[in-house]
Antibody
């Protein structure tokens, strides 16, 4: 069955970077894109970006200057990195996937979420 | 960016009631709207896609409708287990945006 499992730190120092790995099973990264979404009490759900099956990326312009999404198809892993975190980046970060190939961006599968707190 | 304005923010209902939530898009999004349910401590769960298609395994008391800018999500007969926050989302154009959520509580 399709699974997305996230791993990454829960605490990040202000101005430092956040790295989260999404390890997938039950499907191939060469067939499906993987998206990143975050959720905070103040801003709700925000779509951050996607790495498509071919390796190209699309980012939310609000985060483009400090966001990078890459992947290793052979290891079934997607890597999320956001730089220069501040307190208002405190949120739960999710990786997510559509059940369709192509460019659909509605999500039937979600990782368990990574609660990230930005604090000294 | 397309803004999804979701109303109401909060609903307090009794089991057996009918519930309607609306989302209004700031510009036409065709039928590219999904609806999610999120229970406390869980990831969102997909209920509806393409505005009116029920996802696999979703009970038929959950329905969606709409096209263009105006969308509606309905629970025909609320059950106690439907306690959750509900969100709409457009995937018509990037950045893909969400409504602010409707918290459903059961009396």
């Amino acid at each position: 069955q399709v699974q997305l499992k996230q791993s990454g730190p829960g605490l990040v120092q202000p101005s430092q970077s956040l790295s989260i790995t999404c390890t997938v099973s039950g499907f191939s990264l060469t067939s499906y894109g993987v998206h990143w979404v975050r959720q905070s009490p103040g801003k709700g759900l925000e779509w951050l970006g996607v790495i498509w099956r071919g390796g190209s990326t699309d980012y939310n312009a609000a985060f483009m200057s400090r966001l990078s999404i890459t992947k290793d198809n052979s290891k079934s892993q997607v890597f999320f990195k956001m730089n220069s975190l501040q307190a208002d980046d405190t949120a739960i970060y999710y990786c997510a996937k559509s059940p369709l190939t192509g460019t659909s961006a509605w999500f039937a599968y979600w990782g368990q979420g990574t609660l990230v707190t930005v604090s000294a | 960016s397309i803004v999804m304005t979701q109303t109401p923010k909060f609903l307090l209902v009794s089991a057996g009631d009918r519930v309607t939530i609306t989302c209004k898009a700031s510009q036409s999004v065709s039928n590219d709207v999904a609806w999610y349910q999120q229970k406390p401590g869980q990831s969102p769960k997909l209920l509806i896609y393409y505005a009116s298609n029920r996802y696999t395994g979703v009970p038929d008391r959950f329905t969606g409708s709409g096209y263009g800018t105006d969308f509606t999500f309905t629970i025909s007969t609320v059950q106690a287990e439907d306690l959750a926050v509900y969100f709409c989302q457009q995937d018509y154009s990037s950045p893909f945006t969400f409504g602010s959520g409707t918290k459903l509580e059961i009396k």
